[in-house]
Structure formats: structure tokens, C-alpha cells
């Protein structure tokens, strides 16, 4: 059986071909959920990973910010190597998982996908990254983090896609609801977050999965 992967940005396009042995070694490791199956629901899986399994490994992974920062300048290669993971071969993006304390620069609202400017310590007064406060959140890079869930175990690859989006909607109802973010503008907050580097050092846009130090 094949399945077509299409990767756009984050992936490259490519034909994978996996087993029936596969298949099955993969739905008894899912528990009997079968993704692409009327059984599989991708709102109700995202919730029932996200404590034990979604925020467990990047809290437990994640690099102190300003660490990772400065190994990407100064060694990209090496730093992908040890802090990243990436989906697929060479040639895909890397995605990382991050810790730190920023100063609110700026909320920006404008649009639904909100966006805040993140001064990391030490504090300048300069955007270091860019973090996504929703409602809508762009990208995929907490289902891309994810080193437990592999795009071949998918026989559907919209189920693949809605997962992503469930995991980002975790992000809006569990972690930046209430929080008036706008209030906050010039004041600190300590983050947890992923991100992928598809743009470079100077352009990274995190998705936070824990903020605290804030009040909602």
C-alpha cells in the first residue's frame, strides 16, 4: 500500500510505502486507533495526548532560549543536530522546543492571528522572536515536534493535517484563553514554546504551550 505524502514548506513531496506488518505494529501502538478510519478523531486524540504525552516531552526537552539562539549562530549544523528534530530526510525543517523569559515588546491584534514581539533576556529593546497568541495559530511545529507520531502510520493524510490543527487549538482553549494579552505590553512573562526554523534565526515564530508570571 502507499500513501502520498504531500509536504509543503515543512516537508519535501515524496512516495512512502509502508507494510501491512507496518500498519499494524502502528495501530497496536495507538491503541487500536486507526488514523484515517471513521474511529480516528483528531480533536479527541490531540486532548487525550496533551498532558501525557504532548507537553511531557517539550517540557522535558526544551532549551533554555537564549542558549539556542546564540548555538544557531554561531554552529546551525550542530545545534539542529543535538536540540532539533525534523520530519522526514534531509532537506525538511528542523523544529525546537524552547524555554525562557521575555519582555513584551508589542501585541499585535490586528488580525486573528495574533502575534506578540519578544525581548529575550538579557533585555535590549529588540525583537528576538515572534510569539503567536491566537486565536488562530499558523503552522504545524507542535505536531512536527512530536518524535512519538510518524506521517506513515496516517493512511489519510487530512487526518494528519486536522491533528495539527487540533494540537494548536489546545493552544487556544488550554493555554492564551483569558489572557488579555494587550494589558501586558512591557511586562515579562516566562514561556514554554516550538517552533520550526523555516526562516532563519532572525525570523523564528514560536507557538507557546505553557506561559506563566501572567495574570488572566
Not at 87 to 105: H, Q, R, W
Not at 142 to 162: G, H, M, P, W
Not at 182 to 191: A, D, P, Y
Request: glycine letters at 8%; a negative charge; aromatic letters at 10%.
Amino acid at each position: 500500500m502507499f500513501s502520498i505524502v504531500v509536504l509543503a514548506g515543512i516537508f519535501s513531496c515524496k512516495i512512502v510505502k509502508y507494510t501491512a506488518a507496518d500498519q499494524a505494529k502502528a495501530r497496536e501502538e495507538r491503541n487500536g486507533v486507526t488514523f484515517g478510519d471513521s474511529a480516528f478523531d483528531a480533536k479527541k486524540y490531540a486532548s487525550d495526548i496533551w498532558d501525557t504525552k504532548v507537553l511531557s516531552l517539550i517540557e522535558q526537552t526544551a532549551v533554555n532560549l537564549p542558549d539556542l539562539i546564540s548555538g544557531l549562530r554561531s554552529d546551525e549544523k550542530k545545534t539542529c543536530t543535538e536540540y532539533g528534530y525534523r520530519v522526514g530526510e534531509e532537506g525538511s525543517f528542523y523544529n525546537f522546543a524552547v524555554k525562557g523569559k521575555i519582555k513584551i515588546l508589542a501585541v499585535h491584534t490586528e488580525s486573528r492571528n495574533g502575534t506578540l514581539d519578544g525581548d529575550m533576556e538579557p533585555y535590549d529593546g529588540k525583537k528576538d522572536i515572534t510569539v503567536q497568541i491566537g486565536p488562530v495559530f499558523k503552522g504545524s511545529a507542535i505536531r512536527d515536534y512530536l518524535n512519538f507520531i510518524s506521517i506513515n502510520t496516517f493512511e489519510n493524510q487530512v487526518e494528519f493535517a486536522k491533528l495539527g490543527t487540533e494540537l494548536n487549538m489546545r493552544v487556544r482553549d488550554t493555554v492564551v484563553k483569558d489572557i488579555d494579552f494587550v494589558k501586558l505590553s512591557g511586562k515579562e512573562c516566562t514561556l514554554t514554546g516550538v517552533f520550526t526554523l523555516d526562516n532563519g534565526v532572525d525570523s523564528i515564530v514560536l507557538i507557546p504551550v505553557k506561559i506563566t508570571g501572567v495574570e488572566k
